[in-house]
């Protein structure tokens, strides 16, 4: 019986309604507001502020707030300063100047020739873009692209290449007409909020020169670490971090030993949330097992310890790891499921077997005692085979090839940067 099908026998099915939860509370968004997702997720994250708890969602973006709000999805917003400044229009004690000077430092958003950065003039939507293709990873985009926009015509000259690459990547904004793009219109908070919130999604498709190196695995809630310094030859996962592998084959502990050796794969990408690839799809981890205990009395599972040594990459290049499963004592057993569901088999079988003794015994003088026969048969015999399930020996561990389980990393381990396609 696979553990699907013990896991229902066990306990039932049940299922729940998973609703979204946005934690920012903002009075002038209400949750059917067009962009209300984006807005709190970069809320939530501190990428764009309240005032007075309200967000203003049709107001207007300065090149300041937009650069601010830019800095903080990159994890740059507290790059230490070493450049001086050259803007006429930007003075030490604005409330801004760091992060102009990070910005410009950065290459993140260029001043004007006159030497001036007019850090409050309004963003429109196709410098947005402009600054988004700029950071974002070099692609040949095809420009007729634009034609399936009817104002495609309104778009500066410098500004369609731009388009065209932010288009193909997924990261621009088209409401309310789907239709058009309004090269021209000045940007309003909730477009900025939509913009950005995809850009954080896709944090991947930003140059390595324009963030901090930092992201995050999102594959265990409770993982003692989730992040991932990305370099330009090299990633390093950090000691803490949890990753998935799956079987190769199928396995049983009672048809194996110490010394044994495992091998496991990545069935997908093992990506951070940003977008970089860590891990790809096909990525084996070979492992050893290290000793395994046996099945014992009173219910107690077999526990199987292995350790994850070393990895290759499609490529071929190999990485060495420390690697364990997620468990609180690094071993792979069967869990409360399986166990659950092989005492629910050992009580039915007693209640079947006490039923038929029950009504055996009521049947031979009295055939109308039957219905007592099985009264008294059916739960004595399920408390007897329920008893004997809970002084039986435990489980052994088996596990199917493909089946998944989350390693964690005992040390960090230095993967070779996957070249992009793109």
């Known amino acids: 019986m696979n553990k699907f099908m013990v896991g229902l026998l066990a306990c039932g099915l049940f299922a729940t309604t998973l609703m ?33 708890g309200n967000f203003n969602p049709e107001g207007s973006v300065k090149r300041v707030d937009f650069v601010q709000a830019l800095l903080k999805v990159l994890s740059n917003d507290n790059l230490d300063v070493s450049i001086s400044n050259s803007f006429s229009d930007v003075k030490s004690s604005d409330y801004f100047y760091n992060d102009v000077l990070r910005s410009q430092q950065l290459g993140l958003v260029y001043g004007y020739p006159n030497k001036t950065f007019q850090p409050k003039k309004l963003m429109s ?80 498709l930003v140059k390595s020169e324009y963030k901090d190196g930092v992201e995050h695995f999102a594959y265990a809630r409770k993982a003692p670490n989730n992040e991932v310094k990305v370099g330009n030859n090299a990633n390093y996962v950090h000691e803490g971090n949890v990753i998935p592998v799956a079987f190769t084959e ?5 048809k194996s030993a110490a010394g044994d050796s495992l091998t496991f794969v990545a069935k997908e990408d093992i990506s951070t949330k940003e977008g970089t690839v860590i891990f790809p799809e096909g990525t084996k981890f070979y492992a050893t097992v290290n000793e395994i205990q046996d099945p014992k009395w009173f219910n107690k599972n077999a526990r199987v310890y292995a ?21 609180k ?3 792979l057993k069967e869990g409360p499921w399986m166990t659950a569901g092989k005492l629910a088999l050992c009580t039915v079988a007693g209640g079947a077997v006490g039923t038929g003794a029950g009504v055996g015994f009521a049947f031979i003088p009295d055939p109308v005692k039957i219905g007592t026969g099985i009264a008294i048969g059916a ?27 989350k390693v964690i990393l005992l040390k960090d381990a230095e993967v070779a940067k996957v070249k992009s396609s793109l």
């Open 20 to 52: 979204p939860s946005f934690a920012a509370d903002i009075a002038d968004v209400s949750s059917n507001y067009w962009a209300s997702k984006e807005i709190n997720e970069v809320v939530d994250d501190n990428i764009m502020t309240l005032t007075d």
């Open 125 to 204: 939507r196709s410098e947005t873009q402009s600054v988004i293709s700029h950071i974002t990873k070099d692609m040949d985009a095809d420009t007729a692209v634009l034609n399936n926009y009817t104002d495609a015509k309104e778009i500066p000259a410098w500004a369609q290449k731009p388009y065209a690459k932010t288009l193909n990547y997924g990261i621009y904004v088209n409401y309310p007409n789907e239709n058009e793009l309004r090269p021209n219109d000045v940007l309003s908070r909730a477009e900025a909020a939509v913009i950005l919130a995809r850009l954080k999604d896709k944090l991947g």
């Open 250 to 254: 199928k396995y049983k502990s009672d």
């Open 307 to 327: 350790e994850i040594t070393s990895a290759e990459l499609p490529c071929g290049k190999k990485i060495d790891l420390n690697a364990k499963p997620f468990t």
């Open 329 to 331: 004592k690094y071993d």
């Open 379 to 405: 739960p004595v015999g399920a408390a007897v085979g329920l008893a004997t399930g809970l002084i039986t020996k435990g489980l052994n561990y088996h596990a199917k090839e493909g089946e998944v389980i």
